[in-house]
Each structure stands twice: as structure tokens, then as C-alpha cells.
């Protein structure tokens, strides 16, 4: 039996992991209990980056995988600052799963390793690397090895289609390309996660396979309001005189003329190119770099250039102006050079890094607090993630002013990134919404059916016999979703609102002790080694015994509560999908929160009205109750799974029948 089934991680409540993790981990659990079909082996996960994916990569194959895990990325520097993390050969106190309180058993780890080819040139390599596949438990590689054109790297010319069952895709908005396509046809593996920042992709391809999509949404605001990420705060070039000449005709445009005759993007290129502009744009950074400096001596610059020689000129006015900076460029920068810089700004040689576009996927620098953009950007996902680079908390022993957990995004405001702006903007606005709605939601679905968690409102003439074949909303109790109080939870639901968090508490006052325990042990080992009372092998095999012992007990007391843990987390996660589900739905439809348009058919009853939302959580309850004559606390995995598929059919009902907005 796979590792990943026999060895009983400490996910679930566990304070050492963000809560966004657990959920993410949770969101997985259900959607292949509920969904086991091959149909729905793809899946999606969204978090922002900085926010730990990196760590729902380690925690994802325990109680899902049967067997081997694949874990592939976009590229080499990304492909090693994962490893470091599952490094469980070289460096196991330093993999995820002991920092972070997961495995208890350091002899027992899963064994990891990192694939970059072989030489079939040099005897035995090949037999040598077959070896080392077969005997590891996660493989993480780069997608280059596995579709690469040279036939010994080609991990799909090595291994047979079954050979993994679970594989993790990170950056998945990479996903929709052929390479991956070509790995992911050949290996049949039965569940396939993708995670990502961004998703979507500026060709329009969806990374997407299925409607319930997402499983899991942590937003940039709920991350940034929980202290993971910087904040953001933007500066602008203001424009003064500006005039444009075009060469073909001689002739001399004012800002609004040249906007006008010849057009935004015609203008927005032009500022880019500009020197002067460009210039006042380092101004501004170094007005912002200064400032914050004298606070934090180590923040650092990111500049995002248009092409090659952009990149280069705006290298070298920075460098006029008094920095230390230097340029990275596929096209005059060997590959050699590329790491070399990196490496030098990672380590302070640098104040500013110029870039094309935005640095290599994976490359973390937590220590870059100015974004400044000297490209216009067309689509939400460049833009974003070269914003993201800026975003990795700063964390140091010493104190810190909250300034310098800002990251300022510096850029002339004729680039014509204001929508962009906006549009990143209402993240963090957004992250308060949906905490918000998914309390109020949370809290009428653990009603029994006849309460739903409504506030009863008077009637204004007499109450209808409900009639239980037609789906409309009750004429009895109202709801205005933003205002109505609670009454507490369900009398059915009182184990997952107080139980749960007992055991979760006991689970982790179990794996406490366990561990002060082996510390001791461990101390008592040294001491006894020390002074040549014992050997250092037979001190290894008492401690990896102890080990064992904590790690079994650990495992009995969570097969104990699995499946009361297993009915909160196929729950929960149900709150938090139908949560994301109901704000796509408002975000797409013509239909608002507040407006009272679906409650038009109770018009004519005298009754109070409720409002959009409040109609649709109701419906989608009364119709999950009709169907299914059960409350949400004792539903099983069909039950939800079957909740799902009602939900998304309720929406696009309500989206047929009430259109699109326009943009859309």
C-alpha cells in the first residue's frame, strides 16, 4: 500500500499550516470522494503566490494517492526551489512535512526525487536513473524533461502511462499549452491537480475541465488580509507637457491630439520607449526606494521593460541615477549569466533587477518591495504576476515599520493601466465580501429546513400553502441576506460545530506531546552517546523506534474520528464552493446582490421580499431538501456530489433566463 495511505498526516487542524492550505487540502479530499470518475481526474486550485502552494504541494498526496506523485513545473528555478522542500534524502529536518508538524517519523519520509535526465552516452546511467525512479515516491521535474525531444529525458519514453497515480501541476496557467497536453494524455493518472496565481491565460485557453472548477479559491485579498502578502500602493507619473512627433508625417501631437488621431495604444507605446518619461519614472522609484530604505535596508527594485534594448536603456538610467542595477534577457544574457545575476540580486549585489516582462516563474525574493513598469501590459495576467513578484512577505528577527510590508507598483499613467489597476485593486475589497457571504451562508444551510436560518418577517396579507413540486421560495420566512440575525447553529449540527474543534484540539495536544516526548528521548540519546554508554547506530535505531511508536499512535487516534473528520470536510468544503459559485454567478449575471428581481414571482402572495442572494441560498436549500429529504450534516459524498451538479444547474437557469452582463 502506498506511503501516502499508511503514514496518517497532520493536516486537518494543524496550526503550524495557513488555514487557506487546510481548506485547499480539504477542497481536494472531497472533490475525489465525491467525484472519483475519471471524467473529473483534472481539478483546480487557485492561491496567490506567496500565500503557500508550495506547501499544499507537500500535504495534497496523503489519503488521496495510491501511489507514486509526479509534481511538475514550468522550469528549472522553480524545479528546485520546490525540492528543497521535499528533500527528505539530504535534508529531511528541513522538508515541509517536519517543519511543519506533518510527519512525526523522520526515517520515514517520503522518498523524493528530483529528475533532470542522464547522459545515454555514459554506461549503466539510464538503469541508474530507471533505479532511482522506481524507488522514489514523489518525482518532481520540469515539463521540458517530460516531453523533451531527446529521447533520454523524455520521461514519457521511460516510464509506462500508469506509472504514477496522482500528478500536481504548478503554474497551471501553462496547462493549456501542447507540452503539458502531451504529458497529460500519456500518463493516466487518476487524479491530476493543477495550482495556480492566474486563472487564465492571455490566448483565452481555459485550464479548466469541468463546471466545478475551481475546487478552491483563495483570493489576493483574503491573503493580503490575513498577513501573508504585502499590501499594495500605487504611484503615478503625473504627465506635464507632453508632445508627440510621428516620423513618417513630421508632424507634432499634444497628449489629447495624439490620443485622439492616433490612438491610446499609439500613445502608451510611445511613453514606454520614452526616455524622459522613463526617467520620471525612476524619479518617482527612487523618491519611494529612499523612503523605505531608511526603514528596512535591504528592499530591493523590479523593473518590467518591453523588449531586449528597452531593457538595457532603462538598466542604464537607473545606474545613472545612483543605483546598482543589472538586466536579465533571453536574448543578449547567456543562461550561465541569467542565474549569476539572479543569485547576485538575491543576495543584496544589486538594488534593481530589470527585467522583459517579469522574472522567471518560481523565483522568490521577498525582498522586492518596488514594482516599477516601464511596459504597457494588454491582459490581467502578465500584469498580475509582475506585481506578484513584489508581494512575498518580508519576514526578520528584527522589528519592522509597516511600510515595509507595502509593495508601491510605479509606473506613468498614460501607460493606460488604470483598468488593470482597478481590477487588482477590488481583490482586497473582495476578500472581505466573500468572508462575509460565506458566514451568512454557512450559517442558514446548518438550519433545519423549516428554520433555513431566515429571519421571519410579518406577511402584509395572508400566508400560501407552500406547494413542495414548485421550486419558488417559500412565502413564509424572508431574509435580506446583509442584515438578518442568527439563531445559532442547528440542534443536527452540533457535533461539527463544537466535536470538530475538540478533536482537532485533542489531535494536536496528542502530537505535541509526542514530540516534547521524542525530544527528550533524543537529548537522552546524546547524552548517552557522549559518554560512550551507547553507539551512535544503536542510539539511530532506538530513536527511529520512538519515532514509529509516536507516528502509530498518532495514526490509531486519527482512523478513529476519520469519518466524522472526512463528513466536516466534504461540508465545509461544499460552503466554501457554493460560496466562489455564488459570487461568479453575480460577477457574470445582469442579476445584483441586492436587487429583488427573482423575487418577483411573490409579488402577488402580500408577502415581504428577500432579496437575490437570499433567494438563491434559499431555493438551492429547499430544492437540496426535497431531493434528497436529508439535512446538510448527514449528507454522504453522493449527497454532495449530487448538490454540486443541482447548484450549477439552478445557476445557469437563473443565467439563461436573465442574461449576461455586456463586457462579458
Not at 467525484?35 to 498526496?61: A, N, W
Not at 528543497?84 to 523524493?112: A, D, G, M, V
Not at 446583509?482 to 445559532?488: A, I, Q
Amino acid at each position: 500500500m502506498s506511503i501516502f495511505q499508511t503514514m496518517k498526516a497532520n493536516i486537518i487542524g494543524n496550526p503550524s499550516l495557513y488555514p487557506a492550505q487546510i481548506k485547499a487540502y480539504e477542497a481536494a479530499l472531497a472533490h475525489y470522494e465525491e467525484f472519483p470518475d475519471y471524467e473529473h481526474r483534472e481539478s483546480l486550485i487557485v492561491m496567490p503566490t506567496g500565500s503557500g502552494k508550495t506547501g499544499v504541494m507537500s500535504i495534497l498526496p496523503f489519503g488521496l494517492s495510491k501511489g507514486k506523485v509526479l509534481i511538475i513545473t514550468p522550469g528549472t528555478i522553480i524545479r528546485e526551489t520546490i525540492f528543497q522542500h521535499f528533500n527528505s534524502t539530504q535534508n529531511p529536518e528541513q522538508t515541509f512535512w517536519i517543519k511543519r508538524n506533518i510527519l512525526i517519523e523522520q526515517q520515514r519520509l517520503p522518498n523524493s526525487y528530483l529528475y533532470i535526465g542522464f547522459n545515454s552516452e555514459n554506461k549503466g546511467e539510464k538503469s541508474l536513473t530507471l533505479s532511482k525512479l522506481n524507488g522514489a515516491e514523489i518525482i518532481i521535474t520540469n515539463v521540458h524533461k517530460i516531453g523533451s525531444s531527446k529521447d533520454e529525458v523524455n520521461l514519457m519514453n521511460l516510464l509506462e502511462p500508469d506509472f504514477f497515480d496522482m500528478i500536481i501541476i504548478d503554474e497551471a496557467h501553462h496547462v493549456a499549452a501542447t507540452m503539458w497536453q502531451e504529458a497529460l494524455e500519456h500518463f493516466k493518472a487518476t487524479k491530476v491537480i493543477k495550482l495556480t496565481a492566474t486563472p487564465f491565460r492571455g490566448d483565452k485557453q481555459t485550464i479548466t475541465t469541468h463546471s466545478y472548477d475551481p475546487i478552491y479559491e483563495y483570493t489576493l485579498g483574503e491573503a493580503i488580509k490575513d498577513g501573508l502578502l504585502k499590501n499594495i500602493v500605487k504611484y503615478e507619473d503625473i504627465p506635464g507637457e507632453v508632445t508627440f512627433f510621428d516620423r513618417n508625417t513630421n508632424k507634432k501631437y499634444s497628449l489629447e491630439k495624439a490620443k485622439a488621431q492616433l490612438g491610446n495604444d499609439f500613445v502608451s507605446r510611445s511613453i514606454a520607449m520614452s526616455e524622459s518619461c522613463s526617467k520620471e519614472v525612476i524619479k518617482r522609484t527612487k523618491e519611494a526606494f529612499d523612503t523605505k530604505r531608511t526603514s528596512y535596508p535591504h528592499h530591493q527594485i523590479l523593473a518590467v521593460t518591453c523588449n531586449d534594448e528597452h531593457a538595457q536603456d532603462v538598466c542604464r538610467w537607473f545606474n545613472e541615477l545612483g543605483f546598482k542595477a543589472s538586466y536579465v534577457s533571453t536574448a543578449s544574457v547567456s543562461k550561465k549569466d541569467i542565474e549569476q545575476r539572479l543569485n547576485d540580486f538575491a543576495n543584496g549585489i544589486y538594488d534593481v533587477m530589470v527585467s522583459i516582462q517579469l522574472l522567471g516563474e518560481g523565483y522568490d525574493n521577498p525582498n522586492i518591495s518596488i514594482v516599477s513598469l516601464f511596459r504597457p501590459f494588454k491582459t490581467l495576467g502578465p500584469y498580475a504576476q509582475a506585481i506578484g513578484r513584489g508581494l512575498r512577505k518580508i519576514y526578520s528577527e528584527n522589528k519592522l515599520n509597516p511600510i515595509d510590508n507595502f509593495c508601491n507598483v510605479i509606473y506613468h499613467q498614460e501607460l493606460n493601466l488604470e483598468e488593470l489597476w482597478k481590477y487588482y485593486k477590488e481583490q482586497e475589497t473582495f476578500g472581505d465580501i466573500i468572508r462575509q457571504q460565506h458566514r451568512e451562508i454557512s450559517e442558514q444551510l446548518s438550519f433545519d429546513f423549516d428554520e433555513l436560518g431566515y429571519v421571519e418577517k410579518k406577511s402584509t396579507g395572508e400566508k400560501t400553502e407552500v406547494d413542495e413540486d414548485r421550486t419558488p421560495i417559500s412565502a413564509v420566512q424572508k431574509l435580506n441576506v446583509s442584515t438578518y440575525s442568527s439563531k445559532g447553529v442547528g440542534k443536527e449540527d452540533s457535533f461539527t460545530a463544537n466535536g470538530i474543534e475538540e478533536y482537532k484540539k485533542a489531535q494536536q495536544q496528542i502530537i505535541e506531546m509526542k514530540q516534547q516526548e521524542l525530544k527528550q528521548f533524543k537529548e537522552k540519546m546524546d547524552d548517552l552517546v557522549t559518554t560512550g554508554a551507547l553507539s551512535e547506530e544503536d542510539a539511530q535505531i532506538l530513536i527511529k523506534s520512538r519515532e514509529l511508536e509516536a507516528q502509530n499512535k498518532v495514526n490509531k487516534n486519527y482512523e478513529e474520528f476519520h469519518d466524522i473528520v472526512m463528513a466536516e470536510t466534504l461540508r465545509q468544503d461544499y460552503i466554501n464552493w457554493l460560496n466562489l459559485k455564488v459570487e461568479d454567478f453575480f460577477k457574470t449575471s445582469n442579476l445584483t446582490k441586492k436587487g429583488y428581481d427573482l423575487n418577483k414571482n411573490e409579488e402577488n402572495l402580500g408577502v415581504d421580499k428577500i432579496n437575490n442572494i437570499g433567494y438563491i441560498i434559499k431555493n438551492i436549500n429547499q430544492t437540496l431538501f426535497r431531493e434528497t429529504r436529508k439535512h446538510i450534516s448527514t449528507y454522504n459524498a453522493i449527497d454532495f456530489a449530487k448538490a454540486k451538479e443541482r447548484s450549477l444547474k439552478k445557476f445557469e437557469f437563473w443565467l439563461k433566463r436573465y442574461g449576461k452582463k455586456e463586457e462579458l
